[in-house]
């Protein structure tokens, strides 16, 4: 058993959607008065974009980067900078195919990619973006860490927590505040499904379809409580304990009863 925490913060970013300079150098304010204690930063699903709702393929493109491009550069700078790791998600371009493209980057520039696998066809995501294959798993600072994008959220089976194999999920989103109420209820039923942390980020924001976000994010426990600890609008701190996962494992092992079974990749 181990005594190792793990220190979270959640932001929140209000979004301007499709101006990248923008909230790239709100981020970098962000991070300006960051706590020092910091291990691991999460931001929204395409933060440095806004999620491109109800606008065609050749729209979109001019929004998409490489893997080493201005966005993922700039986030090596930052987790360098302030000795953190970076998790969320952009628009990527591969063979030119577009991804809603998960991240997380670590301090010494070390990253780790996946695209989203469930589509978010109400807004015609499907059509403009290719999906993905498999889900983010990462180990870092000894917490085995698993990630999904936003519509993922409501897919139990695709989240399965299989004998443990991760310690805190990550949801980022950009999930609008006519739904929100449903995106806060898929967190906590992850959590206490998956016998896991779980931490949601979500934007704030008015996106170009006028859908506004609320920013509701918050960090749970293996029990559904919530964790969190806001300080202002922009930042949610929380702290995560191994050893209290790990003692409620061994004393309630829901997950030795689960159901086994097999992900086909069609």
Request: glycine content about 6%; aromatic content about 12%.
């Amino acid at each position: 058993m181990t005594n190792k925490n793990l220190n979270l913060c959640l932001l929140p970013m209000e979004i301007v959607w499709e101006d990248k300079e923008r909230n790239l150098r709100h981020l970098e304010q962000l991070f300006a008065n960051l706590h020092p204690d910091t291990d691991l930063v999460i931001v929204p699903e395409t933060f440095s974009t806004g999620f491109p709702s109800g606008v065609d393929k050749e729209h979109i493109r001019p929004l998409a980067e490489r893997n080493t491009g201005q966005t993922i550069d700039f986030l090596k700078y930052l987790a360098h900078k302030h000795s953190v790791a970076i998790a969320g998600s952009f628009i990527a371009d591969t063979g030119g195919s577009l991804y809603n493209r998960a991240f997380f980057i670590e301090p010494s520039g070390e990253e780790t990619f996946a695209d989203k696998r469930h589509l978010f066809t109400m807004a015609g995501e499907h059509k403009s973006f290719s999906r993905g294959r498999e889900r983010l798993k990462v180990r870092f600072r000894g917490w085995e860490i698993a990630m999904v994008i936003c519509y993922d959220i409501r897919f139990p089976v695709w989240c399965r927590n299989v004998a443990n194999d991760y310690d805190l999920l990550i949801a980022v989103a950009n999930w609008p505040k006519v739904r929100v109420d449903a995106w806060n209820q898929l967190l906590k039923a992850r959590a206490i499904e998956n016998e896991c942390y779980v931490a949601g980020v979500n934007c704030r924001g008015v996106d170009l379809a006028d859908f506004e976000y609320d920013g509701s994010s918050m960090a749970l426990d293996f029990k559904g409580k919530d964790i969190s600890t806001p300080v202002a609008t922009d930042y949610i701190y929380a702290t995560l304990s191994k050893e209290k996962l790990e003692r409620f494992r061994e004393k309630f092992p829901a997950w030795q009863d689960a159901d086994a079974f097999e992900l086909t990749q069609e």
